[in-house]
């Protein structure tokens, strides 16, 4: 086991109310028991970062600067992350940042002077759980309305919700 250098979050529907392409930093809401996991990780002296495949940007329906907006409001929220890590482009660009593949964490942790394998990346999508593993990270999976069935079946590691996932990691005396 190796101790956590870094717990990499999904923005939409793990730390904030997933509004659909939001460019709108007023509809900023986080879910519940998302402060305190983030306020947790940071108490225990390991780094945050966030990692968000934002394809409205590559389609079109957002752009770069309506995106900042919305992340500079996450960073009001919750107080600023370590690192922030956005892949903007479409699906269909097949990018090796965009989740599942692992270049978001990979970057996120090389910018945090991580190993990836000392990284935990929590998410609501099997994608996020996929991003991680491609790039030797950890993967928690907390599911809500949006999250398919087997997708949560296809998850080595699950938790309720963002608190109860951290908490897991601070039982395990932050390490993986």
Avoid at 104 to 123: F, K, M, N, T, Y
Avoid at 142 to 169: C, Q
Wanted: hydrophobic share 45%; proline share 7%.
């Amino acid at each position: 086991m190796s101790a956590v250098a870094a717990v990499l979050f999904d923005r939409d529907g793990t730390l904030i109310e997933d509004v659909p392409y939001n460019g709108d930093p007023a509809l900023v809401r986080p879910v519940p028991g998302a402060r305190e996991a983030v306020d947790a990780v940071r108490a225990a002296g390991i780094a945050t970062g966030m990692v968000s495949n934002q394809s409205g940007i590559g389609r079109g329906l957002l752009t770069a600067d309506e995106v900042q907006r919305v992340n500079d409001r996450v960073d009001e929220v919750f107080g600023p992350f370590d690192v922030w890590v956005v892949c903007p482009h479409a699906p269909e660009a097949g990018c090796g940042c965009r989740k599942p593949e692992p270049g978001l964490v990979v970057e996120a942790a090389r910018r945090l002077g991580a190993d990836p394998d000392a990284c935990v990346v929590i998410g609501d999508i099997r994608a996020d759980v996929l991003a991680a593993k491609a790039a030797g990270a950890h993967g928690i999976l907390v599911p809500n309305a949006a999250t398919r069935k087997e997708e949560v079946d296809a998850a080595t590691h699950t938790a309720p919700d963002i608190l109860s996932a951290v908490r897991a990691l601070r039982s395990g005396g932050w390490s993986v």
